[in-house]
């Protein structure tokens, strides 16, 4: 069974920063593109990053790049994203996804989610 | 960025009937369009990818059509629990865009 579970959200005040971790289990880890999708209180479904399955490809959103960096660890079978300068407009539920491709195509299966709340 | 406007925002219709959702994409996109259906407190699940395929265990009254710019999902006869959010994603350029969603609520 392919599991998702994020970690390292919480309350930051503005310009700050926050690591998030999301460990995968169930599947071939390195054979998939990774990404991370960020849904606001109420709102739509915004991809924030993703990474092909060897590193070699890596893309970001408008609103994030520049702020966040997107790794991964197939060794450890985890997926990294590291956010500064954190504004409020990126307060959300930020949930791992797994690639149904090595290379960044759709979301087959998702984590629950981690919340960041970006507030003074 | 390509842009994907979805119609109508809302559409109300009772079990059994037939839904039709659109998505227009600001330019062609081919076939790379999938769409995912979210119920409130749920994450999202895959059900369409490249525009006509359905994803591992999407029943059968679920199928998506459409290449370029206009792409439709449609749910031949509403259950219960299709009653939710739908997004369209395309993955034709970076960066991978969703639309703003089509909610399918009970009349």
């Known amino acids: 069974e392919v599991q998702l579970v994020e970690s390292g959200g919480g309350l930051v005040q503005p310009g700050r920063s926050l690591r998030l971790s999301c460990a995968g289990s169930g599947f071939t880890f390195d054979d998939d593109a990774m990404h991370w999708v960020r849904q606001a209180p109420g709102k739509g479904l915004e991809w924030v990053s993703g990474i092909s399955w060897n590193s070699d490809g890596i893309g970001y959103a408008d609103s994030v790049k520049g702020r966040f960096t997107i790794s991964r660890d197939n060794a450890k079978n985890s997926l990294y994203l590291q956010m500064n300068s954190l504004r409020a407009e990126d307060t959300a539920l930020y949930y791992c996804?797994?690639?149904?491709?090595?290379?960044?195509?759709?979301?087959?299966?998702w984590g629950q989610g981690t919340l960041v709340t970006v507030s003074s | 960025e390509i842009v994907l406007t979805q119609s109508p925002a809302t559409l109300s219709l009772s079990p059994g009937e037939r839904a039709t959702l659109s998505c227009r994409a600001s330019q062609s996109v081919s076939s790379y369009l999938a769409w995912y259906q979210q119920k409130p407190g749920q994450t999202p699940r895959l059900l369409i990818y490249?525009?006509?395929n359905r994803a591992t265990g999407i029943p059968a009254r679920f199928s998506g059509s459409g290449s370029g710019t206009d792409f439709t999902l449609t749910i031949s006869s509403l259950e219960p629990e299709d009653f939710a959010v739908y997004y369209c994603q395309q993955r034709s350029n970076w960066p991978l865009t969703f639309g703003p969603g089509t909610k399918v609520d009970i009349k």
């Open positions: 996804a797994k690639d149904n491709s090595g290379w960044p195509n759709y979301f087959d299966y």
């Open positions: 490249d525009a006509s």
